[in-house]
């Protein structure tokens, strides 16, 4: 597509609930990335995916959270038993992978509220 | 630990300002160094990037950046604001041997003009 896209653009959760995010990069980009945005905050980086592999996961905060990129295109983020101090934007980002022009295009984020 | 500091929370100015954001970065290494904007209800893009060469950077929308190594800053200037210039300004700082997507965001400036 034209841009990174991310659904669902709103979530509200229960505490406990399970919730699945979804980032449709753009075409042919190799490079994903997840960051997550807590009000006043900037971004900060959860996890990268190359093509199907997931080569940085350090910025995960628990155990709870998970990521995949099975085939290499789109990718989910889930979180298990949400609290409500994960309240926040998740970002998705892609890039075409190579340094030289290296540019991270961002989808417009998913914003979760865990009630 | 490594961080990106943005000096500014909100900062108001008139039409034909100037514009100067300050940004200092902690890393010791060879850093790349990055501004993004998002404008209110759109997604994070890329303003202008240093990766090497020449520490005056230009960007889109007459908006430029001067690397200090000295100083570990990256500070964005622009010499006349418009009202379109209403967004928030994140600086970010990429360690050079981390993986690719691993950004460092500071807290973000909120730049409002007023017409």
């Known amino acids: 597509g034209a841009g990174v896209s991310q659904s669902p653009r709103y979530k509200v959760a229960k505490r406990g609930q399970d919730v699945a995010l979804r980032c449709d990069p753009i075409?042919?980009?190799?490079?994903l990335f997840w960051y997550q945005q807590a009000l006043g905050q900037g971004p900060e980086f959860l996890t990268y995916?190359?093509?199907?592999?997931?080569?940085?996961k350090s910025g995960l905060p628990s155990d709870r959270f998970f990521a995949e990129r099975p085939e290499g295109s789109v990718s989910t983020l889930k979180i298990q038993r949400t609290q409500q101090e994960d309240s926040a934007v998740y970002l998705c980002?892609?890039?075409?992978?190579?340094?030289?022009?290296?540019?991270?295009?961002f989808g417009e984020g998913s914003r979760l509220t865990v009630l | 630990a490594q961080s990106v500091s943005q000096h500014n929370h909100h900062v108001i100015l008139s039409e034909a300002a100037s514009l100067e954001l300050g940004c200092n970065y902690s890393?010791?290494?060879?850093?790349?160094l990055f501004w993004y904007v998002q404008y209110p209800g759109q997604h994070l893009q890329l303003l202008l990037k240093?990766?090497?060469?020449?520490?005056l950077v230009k960007g889109i929308k007459g908006f430029e950046a001067e690397f200090i190594k000295s100083k570990f800053s990256f500070n964005l200037r622009k010499p006349s604001v418009q009202w379109s210039d209403t967004a928030e300004y994140f600086c970010?700082?990429?360690?050079?041997?981390?993986?690719?997507?691993?950004?460092?965001f500071g807290k973000g400036t909120k730049l409002s003009v007023k017409p």
């Open positions: 980002a892609s890039s075409r992978g190579d340094r030289v022009s290296w540019e991270l295009f």
């Open positions: 075409s042919g980009h190799v490079s």
């Open positions: 995916f190359q093509n199907e592999a997931q080569l940085d």
């Open positions: 890393y010791g290494g060879t850093v790349n």
């Open positions: 240093y990766f090497s060469g020449d520490p």
């Open positions: 970010a700082a990429m360690n050079y041997g981390g993986s690719q997507g691993n950004l460092i």
